[in-house]
């Protein structure tokens, strides 16, 4: 899903600044992992499906080095708990991660 959402914004034919020096290969993957896991979090799937095992390449990308910052987005942002329980992402993550 999010590699989609890449690969249309580099093909549109502009210049964005992971077109540069090759970034898409060696930064926007690894963030895309992360974003696919922050819609994991807020999307409420985590939540509605406890047992589920998750493998997101890359290691998830830089998402548990951001973690706080997507804490502080979900207690700061009313639209960001629409659809997660009333536990803050990270623990959500954690408990999802030592699950396994």
């Given at each position: ?14 210049a964005?600044p ?6 898409f ?5 690894i ?10 979090i807020?999307?409420?799937?985590l939540?509605a499906?406890?047992?589920?095992k ?6 998830g990308?830089p ?5 706080g910052?997507i804490d502080?987005?979900w ?10 329980s009333?536990?803050?992402p ?8 030592t699950a396994?």
């Amino acid at each position: 899903m999010a590699a989609g959402w890449a690969s249309s914004r580099i093909s549109s034919g502009r210049a964005t600044p992971l077109t540069r020096y090759g970034l898409f290969n060696s930064l926007g993957v690894i963030v895309e992992d992360a974003i696919v896991v922050a819609i994991l979090i807020f999307g409420g799937i985590l939540d509605a499906c406890p047992d589920l095992k998750v493998c997101i390449a890359h290691g998830g990308g830089p998402a548990c080095f951001a973690m706080g910052r997507i804490d502080r987005g979900w207690q700061a942002r009313p639209a960001a708990r629409v659809s997660t329980s009333n536990n803050r992402p990270a623990r959500t993550s954690a408990a999802s991660t030592t699950a396994a």
